[in-house]
């Protein structure tokens, strides 16, 4: 259906699924996965880790575009490189900053340096 209007399709990675699932979408010709982190990971302090890097690295691999998101910080950035992250969604980094515009520039100033 995506296809016949021009469209793409995205998967959004929240909970349980399996890297055999990620192939059969990526055999059904799904481009584009969300790595979402969630919020409950945010809330116990749990920090973008190893585990996170080697999956979102693994679905590129797999020649998805791998959208970023889930309490994304300026200095989370870092991590990501190497990886040709497709889309950085850093919501409430954003709008809860003292000057949102700033904190926007801030983003597109480390995503620059960072890949170019």
């Known amino acids: 259906m995506a296809k016949e209007f021009n469209g793409d399709v995205q998967i959004e990675l929240t909970g349980y699924w399996t890297w ?3 192939q059969q979408w990526r055999d059904a010709g799904i481009q584009q996965v969300v790595y979402h ?3 409950d990971a945010q809330a116990a302090g749990v920090a973008w880790g190893e585990a996170d890097i080697t999956a979102i690295k693994r679905l590129s691999d797999m020649g998805f575009k791998v959208t970023v998101t889930g309490g994304l910080a300026l200095e989370d950035l870092p991590l990501f490189k190497g990886i040709p992250i497709h889309v950085f969604i850093a919501g409430r980094s954003i709008r809860d900053a003292e000057s949102p ?3 926007a520039r801030q983003f597109k100033r480390s ?3 960072l890949w170019g």
């Open 101 to 103: 515009v700033e904190a």
């Open 37 to 39: 982190r969630s919020r």
């Open 111 to 113: 995503i620059a340096q």
């Open 20 to 22: 055999e699932q990620a």
